[in-house]
């Protein structure tokens, strides 16, 4: 009896469509991120086992380093060009059209107002190298305490969020507790780096 002779298949795949694929999700992983924006100062923030996460949007975030300094962010373009209008009125301050587009585009500061058109001249590059002694927080001079109500009246939803290194004094965090508070702020976020339970 013959045998059935089975008939031989290419063993070559066609990988046009993998690549396609590939291509896609690479171009929109390239176009969704969103980078990490540059800090003038790092903060080492304390350890913690909640899970919260932060929004993406209409967050305002007041960080204080381990020597006590004080920064303020606030996300949203349109909302930082209003906010540095509103505070240039406040403190008879007249800021530049290019001045606004650059506060606008900066992601953190830490200086007086007295003291921002000098950072604002400065190219991005430069910001690094510039020393910030941090916004005034205290009860003679409590430069956020406008920064904060400012901003709320800017942006009515926005939510704040306070990031204070584990090595920071609590006199500051708890000045920073008080300005809030007397700007009628009640609710916030401590941003914490997570941490998991230890089984005991």
């Known amino acids: 009896m013959p045998k059935v002779k089975v008939p031989r298949k290419s063993t070559s795949v066609d990988m046009t469509a993998m690549t396609d694929v590939a291509f896609l999700l690479l171009t929109f992983f390239m176009l969704a991120t969103q980078f990490k924006p540059d800090e003038p100062v790092q903060v080492n923030a304390p350890s ?28 949203g373009q349109q909302y930082k060009e209003q906010l540095i209008t509103k505070m240039g009125e406040l403190k008879q301050i007249k800021f530049t059209p290019e001045e606004v587009k650059s506060f606008s585009l900066m992601s953190s500061f830490g200086v007086p107002i007295s003291q921002l058109k000098q950072l604002l001249a400065l190219k991005v590059d430069e910001r690094g190298q510039f020393k910030q002694n941090g916004i005034p927080a ?17 942006n009515n939803n926005v939510r704040v969020a306070i990031k204070g290194d584990q090595e920071t004094n609590y006199p500051v965090v708890k000045q920073v507790i008080s300005t809030l508070q007397e700007k009628k702020v009640n609710r916030f976020n401590f941003i914490t780096n997570l941490t998991t339970e230890s089984a005991e």
Do not use: C, K
């Open 48 to 75: 913690s086992v909640a899970e919260v996460p932060l929004p993406d949007v209409d967050i305002m975030t007041i960080t204080i380093a381990n020597d006590g300094r004080v920064f303020f962010a606030m996300e």
């Open 138 to 154: 205290d009860s003679l001079n409590n430069e956020l305490a406008d920064w904060v109500w400012q901003s709320r009246l800017v």
